[in-house]
């Protein structure tokens, strides 16, 4: 949670899951403050990214992208869980309480999964996949709290720095529009480690 310089062995591992990947330790995560990945105003978009989750200590959940008070994607590493968990906030719904399908061992330790949340106010609804197929759907809808805020990768950030995330990240990707889960089912094919 310090400020520290950044080496490129302490970011990145060669075993991506296409080519190199983001490495964190729990220690360490990336920010960026005033950044249109806020996705604040917008009543549609796909966040996603591959995931390889090596926590295997509580705190469980660990947060690989989010604009707190927006949007979130999160994994629960717990042995007795290991889900994948989003969460996102509107003008309408302005809960931001995370939503995991009741399955477990969608995103097994120590293995490369991919996960994504897509959001369309139209459809009414928040759906989150993993590795191209869809576990969890929620009815949301309205545009994505516009206050100005920032994004992180690798942890959150509330009162605090926490909730870091240990393993690696790659191909971490925002849209501005909800990919289908025939456009995701097929990039976890042509990319899948």
Known sequence: GATRPLTKELMFSNEGAVGSGGKFDGTLCLTRTATGLTLS???VFTVMAWVKSTRNKAP????????????ALAVDANPASQRFLAAISTAQSTAFDYRSATATNQ???????HVAQTYDTAAAKMSQY???NLVQTTAVSGNVNSAAGGVFMGCRKAASYDQFFIGTLDEVAVYTRALTEAELLDYV???RP
């Open 189 to 191: 094919t042509r990319t």
């Open 107 to 113: 995103i097994v330790t120590g293995q490369w999964h």
């Open 60 to 71: 469980w959940e660990g947060v690989l992208l989010a604009s707190p008070a927006h949007y």
């Open 130 to 132: 993993v590795d191209g």
């Open 41 to 43: 105003d917008r009543g």
